[in-house]
């Protein structure tokens, strides 16, 4: 089986694969200090709360903090007996190249994100992924991720605005009843609701116009369905995108060894 793991600047997600489906996903906050030891205490004690057999045989790793990966790996290494994979590094072998400029390194989530989309849906997307940050990925024709767009994250804003302004309050996002707020705090969801809304469709529209061809939009991160019930900006949902994008680089990898 393969344990696939999803490291970002918030949160670690492990998730097994039994080849046909996920049987689990754990998530846990990303600590770059947690040890090889903590990870597996962890993961073994929530296995063994959902009453799940699972062989691993292979590990699969996407991390957007790079201190994290080396205490990842001697997981792997230690209790599964296995060298993972780890998306971006050299070894690492992508279903398509991306193109951008030299020298350019891009990020493992966008890499995975790609292959996971295009798997699912073609070519010609806008994968829009509401993480940290709000990223939009743009997946060629033929698979290639070929640049994108990174925008500061709904929650890292609503943070940074409490943080910057001693009087406005730390709020929770949603719909807004109205687009007036009468109050603080429905002055603030407003704005960073609406806003949000007003970003995401607009960078959606100007990257369809310079690349001049409809585009498939496919949004994932776990603020998308709050915005798609009442702006209704993208064609596709998917809540495992992540997941499935690193099934399927391992399973590259695993044909082409």
């Not at 009453?51 to 990842?72: C, M, Y």
């Not at 998917?238 to 082409?256: A, Q, W, Y």
Request: glycine share 8%; aromatic share 8%; net charge negative.
């Amino acid at each position: 089986m393969l344990l696939a793991i999803d490291c970002g600047n918030t949160n670690t997600v492990f998730s097994i694969w039994d080849g046909t489906r996920f049987l689990c996903t754990l998530r846990t906050s990303t600590h770059h200090a947690r040890t090889a030891d903590a990870y597996f205490t962890w993961y073994s004690t929530l296995v063994k709360h959902y009453g799940i057999e699972a062989d691993i045989t292979d590990v699969i790793i996407s991390s957007t903090v790079p201190r994290v990966v080396f205490n990842l790996r001697v997981f792997a290494d230690r209790f599964f007996r296995c060298r993972p994979i780890v998306v971006g590094k050299p070894e690492c072998l992508l279903p398509h190249d991306p193109r951008v400029d030299e020298g350019t390194q891009v990020g493992p989530d966008r890499l995975v994100n790609t292959a996971g989309a295009f798997d699912r849906h073609g070519g010609d997307l806008i994968v829009v992924d509401f993480g940290t940050a709000t990223t939009f990925d743009v997946v060629a024709s033929d698979g290639a991720y070929v640049g994108g767009v990174i925008a500061p994250g709904v929650n890292l804003s609503l943070e940074a605005l409490h943080m910057a302004a001693a009087a406005l309050p730390h709020v929770d996002i949603s719909v807004p009843q109205q687009v007036v707020g009468t109050n603080t705090v429905a002055c603030i969801q407003s704005g960073i609701f609406w806003g949000y809304v007003g970003l995401v469709r607009e960078i959606c529209t100007r990257i369809k116009a310079e690349r001049d061809r409809p585009m498939t939009i496919v949004a994932t991160g776990g603020l998308a369905p709050l915005f798609q019930q009442s702006a209704d900006l993208f064609d596709v949902m998917e809540d495992d995108l992540t997941m499935h994008g690193l099934t399927v680089i391992h399973k590259f990898n695993k044909d082409n060894a």
